[in-house]
């Protein structure tokens, strides 16, 4: 009997662990998870991502995540882990102070890595062989700095890592950046920005690039500067362009100085004889106008370029295709000269579609459809028509926009131009009546 006593006093022991064991676990995990909710529970209109899987998942603030990845033994207890993020799997680091490093740096390293491509640029996605970005934090309360490598590999095999000094400041929600990258050769660049393009395997390319970036964070706005010295390139063949035969037809000659090309040029390239095939100031006004838009709605080509879109790159609106297109401008420019890349380009222009769907190609063809004249015989004001419908025939022949083209034309006759200027001027007034009263 006083064994069994003995007994029965046990189980209830027993339980009472069994139950402490369980219950003050869960208490513990408990308390943590409200702790990190209250600690990461970002304020209002804050810059706030979504962390953690299924039942365990919270909306945690930015700032206050980056502010505890710097701190020292949470950056340290981070050391070595790998976690999945939407551009690859990310392996976080951790490197102390030291003599040359007064602020401990906390890393960011994925290989390999798929990076969005801002809408202002183009479409799809940019894939890297690896990426690294280290912060650490700045002089100043609210401030971060550090460094960003991008590493690139081209058909050629060559590695090569383009690297971006960086600082950013609190700004309300988030952060503004200044992004720095230095004067880098421009074929790493291209090898980065274009790692599957062909070309890279034959061409050789010469000059270099830099750059500096605004970035407002979380909302991705940007202003991109970019800077372009001694840029050439050779080996892409261009120089047989010289003799290209057209599937728009006949080769025709066009007058340089007559209404036509100059009017043409107005509308589509004014800075065509001055520019190296590239003309970064429009680049930079179509970016800015991209970025307002969150869409590619101005390419910034030049004439040069659009040539070689005609011969080569085709129309998709990708970073690839704009490497591409650079490159054979660049070699054109020093292959053909302005007069053939002119001729080049009126020869194989789109000028819309017929009432059958048939492309209308070429200025001849253009002006045989729209007129019923060959282009040799069109009248200044419908030189002017011409070039100002290129972009878009079904919406573009409104007097405004004829009035504008036929005040950007150089070289042509003043008093022509005048007169034809003072025509579309009432015309241009008599439609913005019309559109008021309607």
């Known amino acids: 009997m006083k064994n069994q006593v003995a007994i029965d006093h046990g189980r209830p022991r027993w339980g009472l662990v069994l139950a402490c064991s369980i219950l003050f676990p869960a208490l513990l995990l408990a308390l943590l998870w409200s702790t990190a909710r209250m600690a990461l529970a970002p304020q209002t209109n804050e810059w706030s991502v979504r962390v953690g899987r299924g039942p365990f998942q919270l909306e945690a603030s930015v700032p206050q995540l980056v502010w505890l990845a710097t701190t020292p033994w949470i950056g340290q207890a981070l050391d070595g882990v790998r976690v999945p993020t939407r551009i690859g799997f990310m392996t976080l680091g951790w490197k102390p102070a030291d003599m040359e490093q007064r602020e401990p740096v906390f890393i960011l390293h994925c290989e390999p890595c798929t990076l969005p491509v801002p809408a202002a640029v183009g479409k799809g996605r940019l894939r890297v062989p690896a990426a690294r970005i280290a912060l650490s934090r700045g002089q100043g309360p609210g401030r971060l700095q550090g460094q960003l490598l991008l590493a690139s590999e081209s058909p050629k095999g060559e590695k090569e890592i ?24 421009a074929r790493h660049w291209a090898a980065l920005l274009a790692p599957g393009l062909s070309e890279l395997k034959v061409a050789r390319i010469d000059g270099s690039v830099s750059a500096t970036a605004r970035i407002q964070l979380p909302s991705g706005r940007f202003e991109l500067t970019p800077r372009v010295q ?106 053909l000269g302005k007069a053939r890349i002119l001729q080049l380009y009126l020869n194989l222009a789109p000028w819309g579609h017929t009432a059958e769907g048939q492309l209308v190609c070429g200025a001849d063809a253009a002006a045989r459809h729209y007129f019923g004249l060959p282009a040799a015989q069109l009248s200044p004001r419908q030189a002017v028509t011409l070039a100002a419908i290129l972009r878009n025939p079904a919406h573009e022949a409104n007097a405004s926009r004829l009035l504008w083209v036929a005040e950007q034309v150089r070289g042509v006759p003043r008093p022509e131009q005048r007169a034809l200027a003072q025509e579309l001027r009432v015309r241009a007034l008599a439609e913005l009546n019309v559109s008021e009263k309607g």
């Open 162 to 185: 383009i690297q971006a000094q960086w600082q950013a400041d609190r700004s309300g929600s988030g952060w503004e950046v200044l992004m720095q990258w230095p004067e880098a050769p």
């Open 230 to 335: 001694g840029l050439s390139v050779s080996g892409l063949g261009t120089e047989a362009w010289a003799h290209a035969r057209s599937s728009c037809g006949p080769i025709e000659n066009y007058r340089a100085r007559g209404w036509l090309a100059r009017s043409v040029l107005a509308a589509e390239d004014q800075r065509f004889y001055e520019h190296p095939g590239y003309d970064m100031d429009e680049l930079e006004n179509s970016l800015a106008i991209n970025e307002t838009q969150s869409v590619v709605r101005r390419g910034g080509s030049t004439l040069t370029q659009q040539v070689a879109k005609l011969m080569v790159a085709g129309g998709e609106r990708t970073l690839t295709r704009k490497v591409r297109e650079l490159l054979y401008a660049v070699e054109m420019e020093q292959t």
